[in-house]
């Protein structure tokens, strides 16, 4: 099992940038599938990003690729999600996930554990 916490949230312009983290305990992170959503009021959560266990392979929503950038350093036990260029359609409660499973990635049901949630706010 896996406990995670998310940081880095907050208010911001539009076109400025932030840095989420994610801090996973656990001695077992470098197992998980990691990936990142977020929910704006009234909407359903949407997949952001998602990065594989080793790091090399990364997946990113239509919507924010090109501006996001997923990483994460095992030996620190934390998954990042830089967000540059930030519009005010990506105001949402951000969420980190880990997934066992080698299913879809962007699919939220094939996540098995979740943080919960930072805030992020993009003013115009």
């Known amino acids: 099992q896996v406990q995670l916490v998310e940081s880095g949230g907050g208010l911001v312009q539009a076109g400025g940038s932030l840095r989420l983290s994610c801090a996973a305990s656990?001695?077992?992170?470098?197992?998980?599938?990691m990936g990142w959503f977020r929910q704006a009021p009234g909407k359903e959560r949407e997949f952001v990003a998602s990065?594989?266990?080793?790091?090399?392979?990364?997946y990113y929503a239509d919507s924010v690729k090109g501006r996001f950038t997923i990483s994460r350093d095992n030996a620190k036990n934390t998954v990042y999600l830089q967000m540059n260029s930030l519009k005010p359609e990506d105001t949402a409660v951000y969420y980190c996930a880990a997934a066992t499973s080698f299913m879809g990635s962007s699919n939220p049901r094939n996540y098995d554990y979740w943080g919960q949630g930072t805030q992020v706010t993009v003013s115009s």
């Open positions: 990065i594989n266990r080793g790091g090399g392979s990364t």
């Open positions: 656990g001695r077992t992170f470098s197992s998980y599938r």
